[in-house]
């Protein structure tokens, strides 16, 4: 596959739409104007691969929408080189994003089949990401604590291992809800005991699943 100017009109495009959308970080929507989503699709929907909607990957799961990648990464409120655990690695094209803005990126997939082709793609990419194939409801201890932890799929409730593996002044967002509907939640670490949490706008996600997720 390659990455043409025809793709490089529909990323500028795609950008000035999650801009008209309300958008504000420059630092994400230069990212989305330069990860090329159309890897990060089955190539039977790369025709679609710059429209604002979720599509669907292997293992019944699915690339986020693009507006809903741009409002999280918006919500971590990055700055460079900060130590990022995502939960979902799912395409990789998330990974990818937050790779491009310069975090060091920490990535788990439950998914075996999905965790291989992300890692493929990013490697082939050339976008340097941790990843790892296992229950991210968990997280990933190994590294912890992260200065930033995101979750991109459902969650029934904050999972307390997440909470735990966040730094102190660090950032958790995650969607809270049903498996048909959540809130995405922002929650900061206050200190070692306190957390403060704020929600935010509505949206679907695919079920967060294993220990801590909707299989509990
Ligand atoms: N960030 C992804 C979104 C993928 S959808 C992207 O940009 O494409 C959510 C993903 O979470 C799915 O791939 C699903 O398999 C994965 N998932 C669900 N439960 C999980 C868990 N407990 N641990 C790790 N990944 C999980």
Redesign the pocket.
């Known amino acids: 596959m390659l990455d043409t100017y025809k793709h490089k009109g529909q990323r500028a495009r795609l950008v000035q739409l999650l801009a008209d959308k309300g958008i504000q970080d420059e630092n994400v929507l230069t990212a989305i104007g330069v990860v090329p989503r159309q890897f ?1 699709v089955e190539s039977i929907l790369a025709e679609s691969a710059y429209e604002d909607r979720a599509l669907p ?1 292997p ?1 019944h ?4 929408q693009p507006f809903t ?1 741009a409002f999280q990464t918006e919500l971590l409120a990055l700055k460079p080189r900060m130590k990022v655990l ?10 990818a994003v937050l790779c491009e803005m310069g975090m060091r990126v920490f990535s ?4 075996d089949k ?1 965790h291989k082709l992300a890692k493929g793609r990013l490697e082939d990419l050339g976008y340097k990401a941790r990843l790892h194939w ?4 968990k997280g990933w201890p190994t590294h912890q604590p992260y200065q930033r932890i995101l979750v ?2 459902a969650s029934p409730w904050v999972p307390a291992p997440l909470k735990k593996q966040l730094d102190i002044g660090g950032k958790l967002i995650i969607p809270v809800g049903t498996q048909k509907q959540q809130r995405m939640y922002e929650v900061t670490r206050l200190s070692y005991k306190e957390y403060e949490v704020r929600k935010h706008q509505h949206f679907a ?6 220990r801590y ?1 909707f299989d509990e």
């Open positions: 990060f990957i293992a799961q699915t690339i986020s990648v995502e939960i979902g690695t799912g395409s990789g094209y998330q990974t788990v997939e439950l998914e999905l296992g229950d991210g409801s991109t799929a996600f695919v079920p967060l699943r294993g997720g």
